[in-house]
């Protein structure tokens, strides 16, 4: 029974990162994608 508990703990901490990473990713994405658009927002201003 401890053995199990000991494993799914660990399972859990694993997941738990895997989802951490997963949202520290897409936030580092949405970021960039903000980023790019602003600055075709920019180029865009300074051609006109």
């Not at 703990?9 to 994608?33: A, G, P, R, S, V």
């Not at 927002?41 to 300074?46: F, K, L, N, R």
């Amino acid at each position: 029974m401890s053995v199990l508990s000991v494993s799914f703990h660990y399972i859990y901490k694993k997941i738990e990162l895997l989802i951490d990473w997963q949202f520290k990713y897409l936030e580092c994405i949405t970021y960039n994608l903000i980023i790019t658009t602003n600055k075709d927002d920019i180029d865009v201003s300074a051609m006109d």
